[in-house]
């Protein structure tokens, strides 16, 4: 069983910068996970940040950006605002068809 | 303007049926692969399942939680993606959410399983 790992909560200062990861309990995170990067506010559906690693989804601003660090998958926000205040989920694609998400991190700023 | 419009949600007993229907509009759903994702109540969000383009031959593909128990199938000349649910457990309680790989995600159809 696949199990995608991320960071139960994190904080950033307003202004701030923070980076957000997304791994994988046994080996590492590549290109070929096609990881995706999800915003999520209570009571509201999903938004699409990032697909396929690191292409911005449509009208999602250049503050979020998504990469490969290391072993892992990073979602990075700058100029962090009040309203980034979210749940972030990854989602890596993990072959035949299959994708399995992570449990999801909690960002709090402040 | 996109839209993903999911319907048919409800409440049903253990073991029974529900068939889920997510309307589009906006891009070119013939093109696109469709996923279903659903979250229970104050849990993260799961992935459900999917199904690829006629260019792959609508293939689908599911979470083993969900395997030989939940079909998804489309209909492009209607622009509709389908989620039909079987043998229904009260775990299957969630929000389900239909959404286009990379792209846009509807509001959510609640499903309950309870007797």
């Known amino acids: 069983q696949t199990v995608v790992t991320q960071e139960p909560s994190f904080s950033v200062s307003p202004g701030g910068a923070v980076t957000l990861t997304c791994g994988l309990t046994?080996?590492?995170?590549?290109?070929?996970?096609?990881s995706g990067w999800y915003k999520q506010t209570p009571g509201q559906a999903p938004r699409t940040l990032i697909y396929?690693?690191?292409i911005r989804s449509s009208g999602v601003p250049d503050r979020f950006s998504g990469s490969i660090l290391g072993n892992k998958a990073a979602l990075t926000i700058t100029g962090a605002q009040a309203d980034d205040e979210s749940d972030y989920y990854c989602?890596?694609?993990?072959?035949?068809?299959?994708?399995?998400f992570g449990g999801g991190t909690k960002l709090t700023v402040l | 303007e996109v839209q993903l419009v999911e319907s048919g949600g409800g409440l049903v007993q253990p073991g029974g049926s529900l068939k889920l229907s997510c309307a589009v509009s906006?891009?070119?759903?013939?093109?696109?692969?469709m996923h279903w994702v659903r979250q229970a109540a104050g849990k993260g969000l799961e992935w459900v399942g999917r199904?690829?383009?006629?260019?792959?031959?609508?293939?689908?593909a599911y979470a083993a939680s969900v395997k030989g128990r939940f079909a998804i199938s489309r209909d492009d000349s209607k622009n509709t993606t389908y989620l039909q649910m079987n043998s229904l457990k009260t775990e299957d309680t969630a929000m389900y959410y239909c959404?286009?790989?990379?792209?846009?995600w509807g509001q959510g159809t609640l499903v309950t399983v309870s007797s």
């Open positions: 959404t286009r790989g990379g792209g846009p």
């Open positions: 906006g891009f070119t759903f013939s093109g696109s692969v």
């Open positions: 199904i690829t383009s006629k260019s792959d031959d609508y293939a689908t």
């Open positions: 046994s080996g590492s995170v590549s290109t070929s996970h096609y």
């Open positions: 396929n690693t690191n």
């Open positions: 989602v890596l694609y993990v072959g035949s068809g299959i994708s399995v």
